[in-house]
């Protein structure tokens, strides 16, 4: 097996990836295996081909073989922040309070 994606195919379902591979011009590579299995390798140079063709092994339920594959991601929760509560200190200071008495104000002196 070269550089070139691989897929290893039976017998019964060579027939349908040879149709697939005439009618989209994609040239192959067939290695004859055990037990009625072959190897079959894609020479691909264009992007949509090779989408193409990963879309048509996965309706075919086939995967490649020798090339790495990432594995799934698994999904990312979002953490929530976590709060801190504040540090009670002695230094800090109070908060601030207005007194009613403070805040009156004169009207009549105004008019």
């Known amino acids: 097996m070269g550089l070139n994606p691989a897929v290893k195919i039976k017998r019964k379902s060579i027939l349908a ?17 055990q037990n009625d299995e ?8 264009d992007v949509t081909k090779a989408i193409l063709l990963g879309m048509f092994l996965k309706e075919m339920k086939l995967e490649l073989v020798g090339v790495a594959i990432p594995a ?3 999904s990312i929760k979002a953490k929530k922040p976590e709060v801190k509560e504040p540090v009670k ?3 800090a200071p109070a908060p601030m309070v ?12 105004i008019s």
């Open 38 to 45: 072959f190897e079959v390798e894609f020479n691909i140079s």
């Open 72 to 74: 799934t991601v698994a």
């Open 98 to 109: 207005f007194e009613e008495d403070k805040l009156q104000l004169n009207l009549e002196a």
């Open 89 to 91: 200190d002695e230094a």
């Open 17 to 33: 990836l040879f149709d697939y591979c005439l009618e989209g011009k994609i040239e192959i590579t067939v290695k004859p295996l």
